[in-house]
């Protein structure tokens, strides 16, 4: 019997995790090189800054809810709350973790300094890393590489003329953690992305003035949807890809003005919703009403003391400028020519294969930014990337990859504003579908529309939630049927008080067995 092929995995985030998970299902043997000493990646709050490794705000609540971003076979418990707080969804990481068995594939502490191909790759395929383990220099050989090392590590610092004479305190959203320090300041906050939102909503509450500079405005979206539901449960349902962009915009749009309009907080951007990242921020328009919050143009000069912006208006006495200006993209330890980053364009077919490698036995995973949850992505690209380390899978020529990426980046370029924030947007249905056509796990609506018909109307017109994925082929589990009929349960159990008036059924999550077991 041949030895399991060794597979490095980079990353320990969400992304990691699934990787592993995938590896262990298909037999290959995982080896996860994590710099931390922890699993959880940017949700696992620390007080430490550390340059290069991001971490999430101590009150930070995720943006996507617990159905839509669960991985595909461990359903979120029904009493967890659909947007789970840090701390929560780092438990469920760990609860996935000892589900599955995934801790002892992962080696803590450990520092990836080169990745490269092997003396023999050309016949092997194969990767050598060099890596610090304990103070360590280290060199190891591996069948395969999976990168997952998330796309929030490298600060994007814009330069303004005067900063350097600036005498308060400047930092990226990269080292804030809480509002303390902040309290009676007067800050300007750079940016309007979702970070930049709620460092803004969090520092009006203590602060003495908070001022949000923006260079376009933002479409924001509240978490919680029409009569109550989750927005992403209501927004992101096949039927609805049946519609025009154009009309599904007009109705966003129209949903997203219901709430307050746009144009009067002096947040309506030039484009269409659908055509940039959206803010998801519950409390930003009562920050905005009531006066805690100042939207204000771009940033045109920085004084001693003050902000000018491009309107000409300035503000005065300011002791601290958040930068929330994102993150660029970088791979520093792949060696060259793996393949180039240029102006955070990752020339990458599905966002994962380097079409100019002879062999495809290096996967980058979860470097996308969808418009809704990531960890179903970066599940369903590990399902793939292991289906094809094993040769169960093959891709496409390199002609026919480098014609989807160019594909891809035209029709983005048509679509989105040209900014380094829109470089890896995708749609989550479609963008689920395409790699669940690779794979073969795509739901055959054609046929559950005969064979199933109650399964067929909810994956449909229900939310396209991620067990729709293990219905059939590589990796289909059991009970994806029952977990997509019982959702609605797990999504209105935490807020309700009386469990028989409005349960009917429910899953039990250590009755469901992994998939490939009895």
């Not at 490269?116 to 395929?125: A, F, L, N």
Request: net charge positive; glycine share 6%.
């Amino acid at each position: 019997m041949s030895a399991r092929k060794r597979v490095a995995v980079i990353g320990a985030g969400a992304s990691g995790l699934a990787a592993i998970k995938c590896c262990l299902d298909e037999g290959l043997q995982p080896v996860c090189l994590e710099r931390t000493n922890d699993i959880g990646g940017l949700w696992n709050f620390t007080e430490t800054v550390v340059d290069g490794q991001s971490c999430v705000m101590k009150t930070t609540v995720i943006n996507t809810s617990k159905e839509m971003m669960c991985y595909s076979d461990f359903p979120a418990d029904k009493e967890c709350p659909n947007y789970m707080h840090n701390t929560r969804l780092m438990q469920y990481f760990r609860e996935y973790a000892k589900h599955f068995n995934i801790l002892p594939s992962i080696r803590f502490g450990v520092k990836v300094r080169k990745v490269k191909k092997s003396s023999d790759y050309d016949e092997s395929g194969k990767w050598v890393i060099d890596l610090e383990e304990n103070g360590e220099q280290k060199t190891e050989l591996f069948d395969a590489v999976l990168v997952c090392t998330g796309h929030h590590a490298d600060k994007n610092e814009p330069s303004f003329p005067g900063e350097d004479k600036f005498k308060g305190i400047r930092l990226h959203t990269h080292g804030y953690r809480s509002y303390k320090g902040f309290e009676d300041k007067r800050v300007v906050v750079i940016g309007i992305g979702n970070s930049g939102g709620d460092i803004a909503v969090e520092l009006s509450k203590i602060a003495k003035q908070v001022y949000l500079s923006t260079r376009r405005g933002s479409w924001v979206v509240n978490r919680v949807g029409t009569a109550g539901v989750p927005f992403d449960v209501e927004g992101l349902r096949r039927y609805l890809e049946w519609l025009p962009l154009k009309l599904r915009n007009r109705i966003y749009e129209n949903e997203a003005n219901k709430k307050f309009n746009h144009a009067d907080y002096g947040l309506k951007p030039d484009n269409h919703l659908m055509s940039a990242h959206i803010m998801v921020n519950d409390e930003l328009p009562n920050r905005i009403i009531s006066g805690t919050v100042v939207v204000k143009h771009n940033v045109e000069k920085i004084t001693e003391t003050s902000v000018i912006f491009t309107d000409g208006s300035r503000v005065d006495d300011i002791d601290i400028i958040v930068y929330a200006t994102g993150y660029k993209f970088g791979f520093p330890f792949l060696e060259d020519p793996v393949f180039q980053v240029n102006e955070n364009k990752l020339p990458l077919f599905k966002y994962m294969y380097p079409p100019d490698l002879k062999h495809h036995t290096l996967a980058v995973i979860g470097y996308v930014q969808p418009i809704g949850a990531i960890n179903p992505i970066a599940e369903l690209q590990c399902r793939l990337a292991t289906h094809i380390f094993k040769g169960n899978k093959l891709l496409p020529s390199r002609e026919k990859m480098w014609e989807d990426i160019r594909k891809k980046e035209a029709a983005m370029a048509a679509r989105f504003y040209a900014s380094p924030r829109h470089t890896i947007q995708v749609d989550f249905i479609p963008f689920m579908d395409e790699l669940a056509d690779l794979l073969g796990c795509k739901p055959n609506l054609k046929q559950l529309w005969v064979t199933d018909p109650r399964l067929a109307f909810n994956v449909f017109f229900g939310p396209c939630t991620t067990y729709q994925y293990r219905l059939r082929g590589p990796g289909a589990w059991p009970h994806a049927r029952d977990a997509i009929l019982t959702q609605w349960d797990r999504i209105y159990h935490p807020l309700r008080e009386t469990r028989k008036q409005y349960i009917s059924r429910e899953i039990v999550r250590d009755d469901i067995p992994c998939v490939g077991q009895a």
